[in-house]
Protein backbone atom coordinates (compact mmCIF):
# COMPACT_ATOMS: atom_id res chain seq x y z
CA UNK A 1 0.00 0.00 0.00
CA UNK A 2 0.90 3.06 -1.10
CA UNK A 3 2.65 6.31 1.24
CA UNK A 4 -0.93 8.12 1.20
CA UNK A 5 -3.01 5.53 1.23
CA UNK A 6 -4.14 5.35 4.51
CA UNK A 7 -6.56 7.45 2.71
CA UNK A 8 -8.18 4.83 1.14
CA UNK A 9 -11.82 4.10 1.75
CA UNK A 10 -13.09 2.28 5.29
CA UNK A 11 -15.40 -0.28 4.48
CA UNK A 12 -17.12 -0.13 7.69
CA UNK A 13 -17.73 3.61 7.17
CA UNK A 14 -17.97 4.22 3.38
CA UNK A 15 -21.84 5.17 2.68
CA UNK A 16 -23.71 4.54 -0.15
CA UNK A 17 -23.07 7.79 -1.89
CA UNK A 18 -19.35 7.17 -1.60
CA UNK A 19 -19.57 3.70 -3.09
CA UNK A 20 -21.72 5.14 -5.99
CA UNK A 21 -19.28 7.39 -6.68
CA UNK A 22 -16.03 5.54 -6.78
CA UNK A 23 -17.44 2.96 -9.40
CA UNK A 24 -17.20 5.86 -11.76
CA UNK A 25 -15.03 4.99 -14.33
CA UNK A 26 -13.60 9.16 -14.91
CA UNK A 27 -14.25 12.24 -15.30
CA UNK A 28 -17.47 13.88 -16.65
CA UNK A 29 -16.11 16.15 -19.77
CA UNK A 30 -15.54 19.68 -19.07
CA UNK A 31 -18.81 21.44 -18.28
CA UNK A 32 -19.76 24.72 -16.49
CA UNK A 33 -22.08 22.81 -14.16
CA UNK A 34 -19.46 19.70 -13.17
CA UNK A 35 -16.19 20.36 -11.10
CA UNK A 36 -13.94 17.13 -11.70
CA UNK A 37 -11.60 16.36 -8.78
CA UNK A 38 -8.90 13.61 -7.86
CA UNK A 39 -9.13 13.41 -3.98
CA UNK A 40 -8.88 11.30 -0.88
CA UNK A 41 -12.21 9.50 0.67
CA UNK A 42 -12.66 12.00 3.36
CA UNK A 43 -13.57 14.80 0.77
CA UNK A 44 -16.68 13.28 -0.55
CA UNK A 45 -19.04 13.32 1.84
CA UNK A 46 -22.49 14.91 1.04
CA UNK A 47 -22.09 17.23 4.13
CA UNK A 48 -18.87 18.60 2.83
CA UNK A 49 -19.96 19.00 -0.98
CA UNK A 50 -23.02 19.55 -0.72
CA UNK A 51 -22.79 23.40 0.69
CA UNK A 52 -20.68 24.08 -2.10
CA UNK A 53 -22.35 22.40 -4.73
CA UNK A 54 -25.68 24.41 -3.86
CA UNK A 55 -24.39 27.39 -3.43
CA UNK A 56 -22.41 27.54 -7.11
CA UNK A 57 -24.90 25.60 -8.61
CA UNK A 58 -22.59 22.74 -9.92
CA UNK A 59 -21.87 19.15 -9.28
CA UNK A 60 -18.63 17.94 -7.55
CA UNK A 61 -17.35 14.56 -9.34
CA UNK A 62 -14.74 12.86 -7.28
CA UNK A 63 -12.82 10.27 -8.26
CA UNK A 64 -10.68 8.09 -5.43
CA UNK A 65 -6.66 8.57 -5.53
CA UNK A 66 -4.86 5.98 -3.46
CA UNK A 67 -1.75 6.93 -3.77
CA UNK A 68 0.71 10.22 -5.03
CA UNK A 69 1.97 7.63 -8.04
CA UNK A 70 -1.47 6.76 -9.28
CA UNK A 71 -2.73 10.31 -9.02
CA UNK A 72 0.41 11.46 -10.89
CA UNK A 73 -0.31 8.86 -13.43
CA UNK A 74 -4.06 9.57 -13.90
CA UNK A 75 -3.39 12.92 -15.02
CA UNK A 76 -0.39 12.30 -17.32
CA UNK A 77 -3.00 10.01 -18.79
CA UNK A 78 -5.68 12.85 -19.20
CA UNK A 79 -6.84 15.39 -21.44
CA UNK A 80 -7.69 18.67 -21.18
CA UNK A 81 -10.13 19.85 -19.29
CA UNK A 82 -11.04 16.33 -17.59
CA UNK A 83 -9.82 17.34 -14.60
CA UNK A 84 -9.88 20.60 -12.16
CA UNK A 85 -8.69 20.24 -8.51
CA UNK A 86 -6.22 17.12 -7.50
CA UNK A 87 -5.58 16.41 -3.49
CA UNK A 88 -3.14 15.06 -2.53
CA UNK A 89 0.34 14.91 -0.24
CA UNK A 90 1.36 18.74 -0.42
CA UNK A 91 5.06 17.34 -0.83
CA UNK A 92 4.25 16.05 -3.94
CA UNK A 93 3.20 18.73 -5.50
CA UNK A 94 6.41 20.46 -6.63
CA UNK A 95 7.09 17.66 -9.08
CA UNK A 96 3.45 17.70 -10.17
CA UNK A 97 4.37 21.23 -11.23
CA UNK A 98 7.46 20.49 -12.71
CA UNK A 99 6.25 18.36 -14.63
CA UNK A 100 3.47 21.22 -16.27
CA UNK A 101 0.31 19.50 -14.37
CA UNK A 102 -0.38 22.16 -11.74
CA UNK A 103 -1.31 25.65 -11.69
CA UNK A 104 0.64 28.45 -9.46
CA UNK A 105 -1.62 30.30 -6.91
CA UNK A 106 -1.70 33.07 -5.76
CA UNK A 107 -1.02 33.39 -1.92
CA UNK A 108 -3.31 36.53 -1.66
CA UNK A 109 -6.21 33.75 -3.03
CA UNK A 110 -5.12 32.29 0.55
CA UNK A 111 -5.09 33.65 3.67
CA UNK A 112 -3.16 32.16 6.29
CA UNK A 113 -5.32 33.07 9.84
CA UNK A 114 -5.53 30.89 11.74
CA UNK A 115 -3.36 27.73 10.54
CA UNK A 116 -0.42 26.99 12.44
CA UNK A 117 2.90 28.52 11.15
CA UNK A 118 4.87 25.28 10.35
CA UNK A 119 1.57 23.94 8.26
CA UNK A 120 0.90 27.45 6.88
CA UNK A 121 4.46 27.46 5.24
CA UNK A 122 4.57 27.50 1.43
CA UNK A 123 7.86 25.59 1.32
CA UNK A 124 6.20 22.72 0.96
CA UNK A 125 3.93 23.62 -1.66
CA UNK A 126 6.11 25.71 -3.98
CA UNK A 127 8.27 25.39 -7.23
CA UNK A 128 10.93 27.43 -8.03
CA UNK A 129 9.79 30.03 -5.73
CA UNK A 130 5.92 29.71 -7.54
CA UNK A 131 3.16 28.36 -4.99
CA UNK A 132 1.22 25.09 -6.17
CA UNK A 133 -0.51 23.92 -3.25
CA UNK A 134 -2.05 24.74 0.04
CA UNK A 135 -2.96 22.77 3.36
CA UNK A 136 -6.02 21.78 4.36
CA UNK A 137 -6.29 18.97 6.82
CA UNK A 138 -2.83 17.08 8.34
CA UNK A 139 -2.02 14.10 11.00
CA UNK A 140 0.86 11.96 11.78
CA UNK A 141 1.93 8.53 11.53
CA UNK A 142 3.14 7.64 14.62
CA UNK A 143 2.08 5.30 17.19
CA UNK A 144 -1.56 4.33 17.88
CA UNK A 145 -3.13 2.72 20.74
CA UNK A 146 -4.95 0.55 23.19
CA UNK A 147 -4.20 2.79 25.96
CA UNK A 148 -6.32 0.36 28.44
CA UNK A 149 -3.64 -2.32 27.98
CA UNK A 150 -0.47 -0.31 26.81
CA UNK A 151 1.41 2.18 28.71
CA UNK A 152 1.43 5.56 27.48
CA UNK A 153 4.22 6.44 29.06
CA UNK A 154 5.95 3.09 27.64
CA UNK A 155 4.83 4.76 24.18
CA UNK A 156 6.48 7.64 24.43
CA UNK A 157 9.72 5.80 23.33
CA UNK A 158 9.93 5.25 19.88
CA UNK A 159 11.53 1.77 20.62
CA UNK A 160 9.24 0.67 22.57
CA UNK A 161 7.49 -1.55 20.01
CA UNK A 162 10.40 -2.93 19.61
CA UNK A 163 10.37 -4.72 23.30
CA UNK A 164 9.55 -8.65 23.48
CA UNK A 165 6.40 -8.40 25.55
CA UNK A 166 4.48 -6.75 22.86
CA UNK A 167 5.31 -9.50 20.29
CA UNK A 168 2.15 -10.53 18.82
CA UNK A 169 0.31 -7.44 19.45
CA UNK A 170 1.36 -5.20 16.92
CA UNK A 171 0.02 -4.06 13.31
CA UNK A 172 2.02 -2.22 11.27
CA UNK A 173 0.66 0.09 8.60
CA UNK A 174 1.23 -1.42 4.91
CA UNK A 175 2.83 1.90 3.12
CA UNK A 176 6.55 1.70 3.33
CA UNK A 177 7.73 5.84 2.61
CA UNK A 178 6.06 6.03 6.45
CA UNK A 179 7.06 3.12 8.10
CA UNK A 180 10.39 3.32 6.91
CA UNK A 181 10.96 7.11 7.88
CA UNK A 182 9.59 6.30 11.61
CA UNK A 183 11.98 3.31 11.54
CA UNK A 184 14.62 5.68 10.46
CA UNK A 185 13.50 8.06 13.48
CA UNK A 186 14.16 5.39 15.51
CA UNK A 187 17.47 5.10 14.75
CA UNK A 188 18.30 8.52 14.97
CA UNK A 189 18.85 9.49 11.01
CA UNK A 190 16.88 11.91 9.31
CA UNK A 191 14.46 10.45 7.03
CA UNK A 192 15.01 13.03 4.32
CA UNK A 193 18.89 12.47 3.75
CA UNK A 194 18.97 8.49 3.74
CA UNK A 195 22.72 7.29 2.60
CA UNK A 196 23.35 3.59 1.19
CA UNK A 197 25.26 3.03 4.44
CA UNK A 198 22.25 3.47 6.36
CA UNK A 199 19.97 0.78 3.97
CA UNK A 200 22.03 -2.12 6.23
CA UNK A 201 20.60 -0.97 9.80
CA UNK A 202 17.09 0.41 8.43
CA UNK A 203 16.51 -3.32 6.75
CA UNK A 204 17.32 -5.15 9.59
CA UNK A 205 15.40 -2.46 12.09
CA UNK A 206 12.58 -3.03 9.83
CA UNK A 207 12.87 -6.88 9.81
CA UNK A 208 12.63 -6.83 13.77
CA UNK A 209 9.53 -4.63 13.67
CA UNK A 210 7.74 -7.22 11.83
CA UNK A 211 8.81 -9.79 13.60
CA UNK A 212 7.00 -8.61 16.35
CA UNK A 213 4.13 -7.80 14.70
CA UNK A 214 0.95 -9.85 13.94
CA UNK A 215 -0.40 -7.98 10.94
CA UNK A 216 0.55 -5.49 8.23
CA UNK A 217 -2.39 -3.92 6.45
CA UNK A 218 -3.89 -1.19 5.06
CA UNK A 219 -5.82 1.67 6.75
CA UNK A 220 -8.88 -0.26 6.96
CA UNK A 221 -7.42 -3.53 8.23
CA UNK A 222 -5.07 -2.46 11.08
CA UNK A 223 -8.19 0.54 12.55
CA UNK A 224 -10.58 -2.53 12.61
CA UNK A 225 -7.89 -5.28 13.86
CA UNK A 226 -7.53 -2.09 17.01
CA UNK A 227 -10.97 -1.53 17.63
CA UNK A 228 -11.86 -5.18 17.72
CA UNK A 229 -8.90 -5.85 20.29
CA UNK A 230 -7.05 -8.07 17.92
CA UNK A 231 -4.09 -6.01 18.85
CA UNK A 232 -2.92 -2.82 21.00
CA UNK A 233 -0.52 -1.23 18.87
CA UNK A 234 -0.95 0.34 15.88
CA UNK A 235 2.78 1.47 14.30
CA UNK A 236 2.12 4.04 11.83
CA UNK A 237 -0.65 4.64 13.27
CA UNK A 238 -2.29 8.60 14.48
CA UNK A 239 -5.93 10.23 14.50
CA UNK A 240 -6.80 8.63 11.31
CA UNK A 241 -6.70 5.47 13.69
CA UNK A 242 -8.03 6.09 16.48
CA UNK A 243 -10.47 9.52 16.37
CA UNK A 244 -14.21 9.24 16.24
CA UNK A 245 -13.82 5.13 16.23
CA UNK A 246 -16.40 3.38 17.88
CA UNK A 247 -17.41 -0.14 18.62
CA UNK A 248 -17.00 -2.27 15.53
CA UNK A 249 -14.50 0.43 13.97
CA UNK A 250 -17.48 2.78 12.81
CA UNK A 251 -16.22 6.24 12.31
CA UNK A 252 -18.65 8.43 14.18
CA UNK A 253 -19.37 12.00 11.96
CA UNK A 254 -21.46 15.17 13.58
CA UNK A 255 -24.49 13.78 11.88
CA UNK A 256 -24.65 10.45 12.68
CA UNK A 257 -27.86 8.90 13.95
CA UNK A 258 -28.17 8.99 17.17
CA UNK A 259 -27.53 4.53 17.66
CA UNK A 260 -23.90 5.48 16.13
CA UNK A 261 -21.83 3.74 18.76
CA UNK A 262 -20.06 6.29 21.00
CA UNK A 263 -16.18 6.93 20.47
CA UNK A 264 -13.58 4.97 22.12
CA UNK A 265 -11.65 6.66 24.66
CA UNK A 266 -9.55 3.98 25.15
CA UNK A 267 -8.15 3.81 22.01
CA UNK A 268 -5.80 7.32 21.79
CA UNK A 269 -2.51 7.88 19.79
CA UNK A 270 0.81 9.59 20.43
CA UNK A 271 4.07 10.92 18.91
CA UNK A 272 7.20 9.85 20.69
CA UNK A 273 9.70 12.08 21.86
CA UNK A 274 11.66 11.60 18.74
CA UNK A 275 9.12 12.62 16.82
CA UNK A 276 6.86 10.87 13.68
CA UNK A 277 5.89 11.36 10.38
CA UNK A 278 3.11 14.44 8.87
CA UNK A 279 1.08 13.69 6.42
CA UNK A 280 -0.68 17.05 4.70
CA UNK A 281 -2.98 17.42 2.35
CA UNK A 282 -2.98 20.20 0.09
CA UNK A 283 -5.06 21.69 -2.86
CA UNK A 284 -4.03 22.03 -6.23
CA UNK A 285 -5.67 23.71 -9.54
CA UNK A 286 -4.95 21.72 -12.17
CA UNK A 287 -3.41 23.70 -15.42
CA UNK A 288 -5.36 22.12 -18.04
CA UNK A 289 -8.28 23.15 -15.70
CA UNK A 290 -11.24 24.78 -17.99
CA UNK A 291 -12.64 25.78 -15.03
CA UNK A 292 -10.10 27.64 -13.02
CA UNK A 293 -12.28 29.80 -11.46
CA UNK A 294 -14.46 27.49 -10.15
CA UNK A 295 -11.97 25.38 -9.08
CA UNK A 296 -9.97 28.25 -7.07
CA UNK A 297 -13.88 29.09 -5.12
CA UNK A 298 -14.01 25.04 -4.15
CA UNK A 299 -10.17 25.55 -2.72
CA UNK A 300 -11.20 28.48 -0.54
CA UNK A 301 -14.35 26.90 0.01
CA UNK A 302 -12.46 23.45 1.61
CA UNK A 303 -10.11 26.21 4.26
CA UNK A 304 -13.20 27.45 5.45
CA UNK A 305 -13.90 26.87 9.19
CA UNK A 306 -17.13 24.88 8.30
CA UNK A 307 -15.97 23.37 5.44
CA UNK A 308 -12.88 22.07 7.71
CA UNK A 309 -15.19 21.06 10.47
CA UNK A 310 -16.22 18.36 7.73
CA UNK A 311 -13.01 17.46 6.80
CA UNK A 312 -12.19 17.09 10.40
CA UNK A 313 -14.66 14.60 10.74
CA UNK A 314 -15.30 12.87 7.86
CA UNK A 315 -16.95 9.46 8.12
CA UNK A 316 -13.91 8.21 6.15
CA UNK A 317 -10.98 9.23 8.84
CA UNK A 318 -10.89 11.89 11.01
CA UNK A 319 -7.79 14.18 10.82
CA UNK A 320 -6.42 17.84 11.86
CA UNK A 321 -8.19 20.76 10.15
CA UNK A 322 -5.36 22.99 9.00
CA UNK A 323 -7.87 26.01 10.26
CA UNK A 324 -7.66 26.35 14.03
CA UNK A 325 -10.64 28.32 13.90
CA UNK A 326 -12.57 25.72 12.90
CA UNK A 327 -15.34 25.11 15.49
CA UNK A 328 -15.52 21.65 16.38
CA UNK A 329 -16.63 20.43 20.05
CA UNK A 330 -14.75 19.76 22.91
CA UNK A 331 -14.85 15.85 22.57
CA UNK A 332 -13.73 16.36 19.09
CA UNK A 333 -10.77 18.24 19.94
CA UNK A 334 -9.81 15.64 22.77
CA UNK A 335 -10.16 13.03 20.19
CA UNK A 336 -7.82 14.73 17.74
CA UNK A 337 -5.33 15.95 20.44
CA UNK A 338 -5.82 19.51 19.81
CA UNK A 339 -3.92 21.21 22.57
CA UNK A 340 -0.62 19.13 21.77
CA UNK A 341 -0.69 20.33 18.15
CA UNK A 342 2.22 22.84 18.39
CA UNK A 343 4.21 20.29 20.17
CA UNK A 344 3.38 17.17 17.62
CA UNK A 345 4.23 19.71 14.72
CA UNK A 346 7.44 20.33 16.02
CA UNK A 347 8.66 16.84 16.60
CA UNK A 348 7.24 15.78 13.30
CA UNK A 349 8.70 15.23 9.56
CA UNK A 350 7.29 15.96 6.51
CA UNK A 351 7.11 12.86 4.16
CA UNK A 352 10.74 12.77 2.36
CA UNK A 353 11.31 14.25 -0.68
CA UNK A 354 13.50 11.32 -2.27
CA UNK A 355 15.30 10.67 -5.96
CA UNK A 356 13.87 8.09 -7.71
CA UNK A 357 17.25 5.77 -6.77
CA UNK A 358 16.77 6.44 -3.14
CA UNK A 359 12.80 5.59 -3.24
CA UNK A 360 13.23 2.36 -5.32
CA UNK A 361 16.00 0.88 -2.61
CA UNK A 362 13.57 1.51 0.11
CA UNK A 363 10.73 0.21 -1.72
CA UNK A 364 13.11 -2.41 -2.64
CA UNK A 365 13.77 -3.09 0.85
CA UNK A 366 10.20 -3.14 2.17
CA UNK A 367 9.30 -5.47 -0.46
CA UNK A 368 12.10 -8.04 0.64
CA UNK A 369 11.10 -7.77 4.35
CA UNK A 370 7.41 -7.79 4.30
CA UNK A 371 7.57 -10.84 1.43
CA UNK A 372 9.15 -12.83 4.66
CA UNK A 373 7.11 -15.48 6.21
CA UNK A 374 7.32 -13.88 9.73
CA UNK A 375 3.50 -14.83 10.56
CA UNK A 376 2.44 -15.16 14.59
CA UNK A 377 -0.54 -16.31 16.10
CA UNK A 378 -2.99 -13.35 16.10
CA UNK A 379 -3.86 -12.37 19.64
CA UNK A 380 -7.06 -12.50 21.18
CA UNK A 381 -8.44 -9.57 23.31
CA UNK A 382 -8.12 -11.05 26.42
CA UNK A 383 -4.14 -11.90 25.71
CA UNK A 384 -2.90 -8.64 26.82
CA UNK A 385 0.77 -7.60 26.53
CA UNK A 386 2.84 -4.78 28.28
CA UNK A 387 1.81 -2.54 30.42
CA UNK A 388 0.89 -4.18 33.18
CA UNK A 389 4.11 -5.33 35.20
CA UNK A 390 4.58 -1.99 37.00
CA UNK A 391 8.16 -1.31 34.27
CA UNK A 392 7.69 1.54 32.03
CA UNK A 393 11.27 1.18 31.02
CA UNK A 394 11.38 0.20 27.70
CA UNK A 395 12.98 -3.46 26.92
CA UNK A 396 16.25 -3.14 24.61
CA UNK A 397 15.49 -4.43 21.12
Known amino acids: MSACSRRGSLAAATTAFIILATIQPGPTRAADDVLNVLTWCDHEDPELLGPFEQANKVRVHFKDIDSTASARNILRQSQ ?26 DPADFPSDGIPAAIASAAAGSYQGRLYSVPEKYGFHAVAFNQAHISAQDMQDINAVWQPRYHGHIAIYDSYLPILSYVALALGLDPAHLTDADLPALQDRLAALRANATLVGDSASVQQALADGVVDIVVGGGAWTTAGVGEGGTVSTPTAQPDTPKQRP ?106 EDTSTAAPTPDRIGGGHDGDDTPDQP
Open 266 to 371: DLTFTLPRQGGIRWQHGISIIEASQRKALALAFAQYLRTPAAQVRLATSSCFWGMPANTNAPLDADTKAALHWDQQPAYIAASHHFPVLDDTMDARLHAIWDRVMK
Open 80 to 105: AGDWDVVILEETAAPQLAAAGLLAPL
